[in-house]
T-cell receptor
Framework: DAGVTQSPTHLIKTRGQHVTLRCSPI?????VSWYQQVLGQGPQFIFQ???????GRGNFPDRFSARQFPNYSSELNVNALLLGDSALYLC????????????FGQGTRLTVV | ELKVEQNPLFLSMQEGKNYTIYCNYS?????LYWYRQDPGKSLESLFV?????AVKQEGRLMASLDTKARLSTLHITAAVHDLSATYFC????????????FGAGTRLTVKP
């Protein structure tokens, strides 16, 4: 079975630009969460989507948005990029039931110059 | 607000030695996770601890959970070079079970 897949794996953008990151969950998983991991730190929760609805939001500015599609894949959008947005963006999928854990994709390395 | 603290943040060990990584968290939670991350890679799930007193072991790693003390430990036995990585604990938010709060990570280096 394929795990969580993210695209692209690496991306370089200029300050002020917009970026879209994509995530395909494990087959059967309906919940997708997004995390930002700045170099040398632990991941920070950005969003969680389940059944196409936002179920949780971390402490990130409105420049960050996301959505989930009918096939449960997800996009994370970031507008007006800042240098500080440079990070590894991780997507995790789960079944969204009491006793399940989240599985992480390989991440998208975003560099803002 | 849920806070998760790990210590130590950096750990250099000799092969064959034992050591423990500690993870403290600030509010009640139903679930605690340990992950491993190699440089430039994603997170690999090591353990999921669901209840007070839970203990899980895999190879040279053993994790335990004390929910009353809000403390989890990751014990390394007879370390080998292949265990060199960054280890994170993560605690599930009591408000949203898909919002995990991560510690800052422990960067472990095992030297010959």
């Amino acid at each position: 079975d394929a795990g969580v897949t993210q695209s692209p794996t690496h991306l370089i953008k200029t300050r002020g630009q917009h970026v879209t990151l994509r995530c395909s969950p494990i087959s059967g998983h309906k919940s997708v969460s997004w995390y930002q991991q700045v170099l040398g730190q632990g991941p920070q929760f950005i969003f969680q989507y389940y059944e196409k609805e936002e179920r949780g939001r971390g402490n990130f500015p409105d420049r960050f948005s996301a959505r989930q599609f009918p096939n449960y894949s997800s996009e994370l959008n970031v507008n007006a990029l800042l240098l500080g947005d440079s990070a590894l963006y991780l997507c995790a999928s789960s079944l969204f039931t009491v006793d399940t854990e989240a599985f992480f994709g390989q991440g998208t390395r975003l560099t803002v110059v | 607000e849920l806070k998760v603290e790990q210590n130590p943040l950096f750990l250099s060990m000799q092969e064959g030695k034992n050591y423990t990584i500690y993870c403290n968290y600030s509010t009640t939670s139903d679930r605690l996770y340990w992950y491993r991350q190699d440089p430039g890679k994603s997170l690999e799930s090591l353990f999921v601890l669901l209840s007070n007193g839970a203990v899980k072991q895999e190879g040279r790693l053993m994790a335990s959970l004390d929910t009353k003390a809000r403390l989890s430990t990751l014990h390394i036995t007879a370390a080998v070079h292949d265990l060199s990585a960054t280890y994170f604990c993560a605690v599930e938010s009591p408000y949203n079970n898909n919002d995990m709060r991560f510690g800052a990570g422990t960067r472990l280096t095992v030297k010959p």
